[in-house]
């Protein structure tokens, strides 16, 4: 049964990823007073049709090496959901914890390896970029997860934790303003910039992917924080939350679209910061 | 792929055309025109429009200007790196014909002239729509997307041929 529940687990994000992005754009319309993408199909679809377009265009290729990497990062980055789901289900094996860690960083190294590989320099801008903001929040929202997936804490640690565990989701689900390198319109596709057709179409959807994850991890974390100990039920209940926190991260972005990206990852660092030295504060005043 | 014909690989991209705006030395004014059916107002995404930043993503290009010498050779290396099907969507009088710039010593003078250029180049256009007037309006530009895309038919023949009535 477990198995079959595992299966079922995995199957949801790769056909529902693209979906919550069609509705994400909706939502984004609406906000910004538009209609977006019309009609049934189009409004929950519309990610799907741009994937399968781009799998149906010509190939430009400008390295073997890319597409490698290409691929590679989207083997990883659906391991790391497989791992993600048996975590899930069976929580009680922590060894699992630390390899979906191990995978989660490892993809987003193969995203930023591929942007530094490519011969061009808006692609390498935006790599440089994504360096910064993933050396940001990457050590500070693995090790929150790992403190609050695994170490008993106090309430005030867990709270804390779980904003850092938020705001990480948010920023290393590359959304706005942590997605476009600086302001220019040419970089502003950034690391996708030199990829076409199929390649690109398998780059997005390892994006819509990843973004799966981070919500569901941050389901994960917030049914964790209120003491949810029955697996299943949490098993159900976070592929109930990951669309609603898909949606508001939807929200905040469209929110945020307005804010200025030079200044952005100097205040997520700032931020970050002094939510961590407030955990270790809590955390001292625990073990004291 | 490389052997559908052109109306299957269309119905592919019809879904979810992809825009890039290549502007080859306008006076601007189509260029705001252009932006101007990507906001919220007429909102291209309705038709699942959206502007990307690189040709390589492109589906459609939305030329405007009529070719300085100066732009030439990038406007060259744009169309190159666009994957096809190319499709091309010329927007305003300039990219149309030359408009006032027809037989400057500066520019190429419109779209047909360039097409000749592309031609030694080995570059190919799969599908070119004009959209006529200085500058052409947001509501001609989407009429214009619709045309390349195959949502309507032409109205009229390409070739009108005048006949005196005496």
């Known amino acids: ?288 | 792929m490389k052997y559908l014909r052109l109306s299957e690989k269309l119905r592919r991209i019809k879904r979810s055309p992809w825009v890039f705006h290549l502007n080859s030395g306008s006076c601007n004014a189509c260029d705001i025109e252009v932006l101007d059916t990507l906001t919220p107002y007429f909102d291209a995404e309705r038709l699942g429009v959206k502007l990307v930043v690189s040709p390589r993503h492109a589906d459609i290009i939305l030329f405007t200007g009529p070719i300085t010498r100066e732009s030439l050779p990038k406007v060259i290396r744009a169309l190159k790196a666009t994957p096809r099907p190319r499709i091309l969507v010329a927007i305003g009088s300039c990219a149309v014909g030359g408009g006032v710039w027809w037989d400057t010593y500066s520019t190429l003078g419109g779209f047909p002239k360039l097409q000749e250029v592309l031609k030694q180049c080995r570059i190919k256009i799969d599908k070119i729509v004009y959209v006529p007037g200085c500058p052409a309006r947001p509501e001609a530009i989407i009429y214009g997307l619709l045309l390349a895309l195959g949502y309507i038919e032409q109205k009229v023949s390409k070739i009108t041929k005048f006949t005196s009535q005496s």
């Open chain 1, 1 to 288: 049964m477990e198995y079959i529940n595992i299966i079922l687990m995995t199957l949801i994000p790769l056909f529902s990823a693209p979906i919550y992005d069609s509705i994400e754009r909706k939502i984004k319309a609406a906000i910004q007073s538009r209609i977006g993408p019309i009609g049934f199909p189009r409004s929950f679809l519309q990610s799907w049709f741009d994937i399968i377009k781009l799998f149906n265009k010509e190939l430009v290729l400008t390295s073997y090496g890319v597409s490698l990497i290409t691929i590679l990062e989207l083997i990883l980055i659906l391991i790391t959901m497989i791992i993600l789901q048996i975590a899930l289900l069976t929580s009680q094996l922590y060894w699992i914890i630390s390899l979906l860690i191990t995978f989660l960083s490892t993809s987003t190294a193969f995203s930023l390896f591929r942007a530094i590989l490519l011969d061009n320099p808006f692609s390498s801008i935006g790599a440089f970029r994504g360096f910064y903001i993933t050396l940001t929040v990457e050590g500070f929202f693995l090790s929150s997860l790992i403190i609050m997936l695994l170490i008993d804490v106090s309430i005030i640690s867990r709270i804390l934790l779980f904003c850092v565990i938020a705001i990480s989701c948010y920023v290393v689900g590359s959304k706005v303003p942590f997605d476009i390198a600086e302001a220019e319109p040419e970089i502003a596709s950034g690391v996708y910039v030199e990829l076409s057709g199929p390649l690109l179409a398998i780059a997005l959807y390892s994006l819509q992917i990843k973004r799966y994850i981070l919500a569901q991890i941050l389901s994960y974390s917030l049914l964790k924080l209120i003491n949810t100990s029955n697996t299943s039920v949490t098993a159900l209940m976070t592929v109930l939350l990951t669309p609603i926190i898909w949606m508001i991260f939807g929200i905040v972005s469209a929110i945020f679209a307005r804010t200025r990206v030079d200044v952005g990852p100097s205040t997520l660092l700032k931020v970050v910061l002094i939510l961590m030295l407030l955990i270790i504060a809590t955390l001292t005043v625990k073990v004291v």
